[in-house]
């Protein structure tokens, strides 16, 4: 299957990080990139098999989850979505035409992979740029960051003070 391999998704570790469905009991995996890069991979390294994105989706087995901001403990993945959120704003407003990071990588870089490329040190990498539109102060954007919340919760009559990660919608009114 092509949610379970490997590259495609991580298997998790934990005693509890097992999930049922119809007396069956699979332990969860979660996928390593969002749906519709996967998609996409899976469209160009099987070219032979057309399938829309909607069947794929439907595809993914139970035990396959799309990670949760919420759940991840590394900064680095909360990052990543913060950068991910800075491109679909960016996007919106018609400021650039990549659609995510990875699009912007391959702009920026002749293999995304290799860090002597991301650190702009190889010579074919070193003058490329991302194009961009000229902003227009005078209309009125918005776009989303992630942000860590106090929130205080009931449970069993006890408050506990809990913080939440919630994705929090900013908007920018021009100045007159």
């Known amino acids: 299957m092509y949610f379970e391999e490997d590259e495609n998704s991580r298997m998790c570790a934990g005693k509890k990080e097992f999930v049922t469905k119809g007396k069956i ?84 870089c002749c293999d995304p992979r290799n860090v002597h490329c991301l650190a702009k040190k190889c010579d074919s990498c070193k003058n490329k740029a991302i194009n961009y539109k000229e902003f227009d102060n005078t209309k009125e954007t918005h776009y989303f960051i992630w942000n860590k919340v106090k929130k205080l919760i009931s449970k069993m009559e006890k408050k506990k003070l809990r913080f939440k990660r919630l994705r929090q919608k900013l908007q920018r009114i021009p100045k007159i």
Request: aromatic residues 10%.
């Open 25 to 108: 009991r699979k332990q969860k995996r979660y996928l390593s990139d969002n749906l519709q890069n996967l998609h996409k991979k899976y469209l160009e390294t099987n070219p032979r098999y057309k399938i829309s994105y909607s069947a794929f989706c439907k595809l993914r087995t139970f035990w396959v989850r799309v990670p949760n901001v919420n759940i991840r403990e590394t900064c680095l993945c909360i990052d990543h979505e913060k950068m991910e959120l800075v491109v679909v704003a960016l996007r919106k407003n018609y400021l650039i035409v990549e659609k995510s990071v990875n699009e912007i990588l391959q702009s920026l």
